[in-house]
């Protein structure tokens, strides 16, 4: 995808409003990434401002992927771990818009993200995905390992039941030395 540039997203109003109407579009089509559907645009705008005051603090970092002026799609690489795992952090919240679908912006987003870690000091990545219609075929292609499945793990958007498949990575020297 040409032109495509990823970048750390901060706090500014317009930001958290295609943040927003991006979270809302990917529940309103099933993306399961922790809310039901109907998605209050407060609600969406509430979780994002507090997602990147988070970031602000160094707890994570929320990246974006634009094309021209459009938010493509977003992921949050999580950082904030107690003492005794300072050498992972984890993906969430992976959502590309349906126009930008197809077009490998997840995958340039989750190489991003990874690149990111691995300059944090990061030497493991975990991640889970829905079992129903997640992105686990994405996960696998780029080198995760699936270490199993949790039967009934949340709700999906619309209602019903899903699991959740655990993914993980070992990612900077740490995945040289053992490779």
Not at 41 to 60: I, P, Y
Not at 106 to 116: G, Y
Request: charged share 20%.
């Amino acid at each position: 995808m040409n032109s495509l540039e990823i970048r750390a997203l901060s706090g500014e109003a317009a930001t958290i409003a295609m943040l927003s109407d991006l979270l809302i579009e990917t529940v309103a089509a099933g993306g399961s990434v922790s809310f039901m559907h109907p998605l209050s645009v407060e609600a969406a705008r509430d979780f994002w401002r507090q997602s990147l005051a988070a970031a602000a603090r160094g707890e994570r970092a929320v990246l974006g992927a634009w094309q021209g002026d459009a938010l493509a799609g977003t992921v949050t690489l999580l950082l904030g771990f107690p003492p005794n795992q300072p050498h992972r952090a984890e993906i969430a919240k992976l959502m590309t818009g349906p126009a930008h679908r197809g077009k490998g912006v997840a995958t340039r987003l989750m190489r991003a993200a990874e690149e990111l870690a691995v300059e944090k000091g990061r030497t493991l990545l975990v991640l889970d995905t829905a079992s129903e219609e997640g992105a686990a075929g994405l996960y696998e292609k780029l080198g995760f390992t699936l270490t199993g499945e949790i039967p009934d793990f949340a709700l999906k958007p619309h209602g019903g039941l899903t699991g959740t498949l655990i993914y993980w990575k070992r990612i900077g020297a740490e995945a040289r030395t053992l490779s």
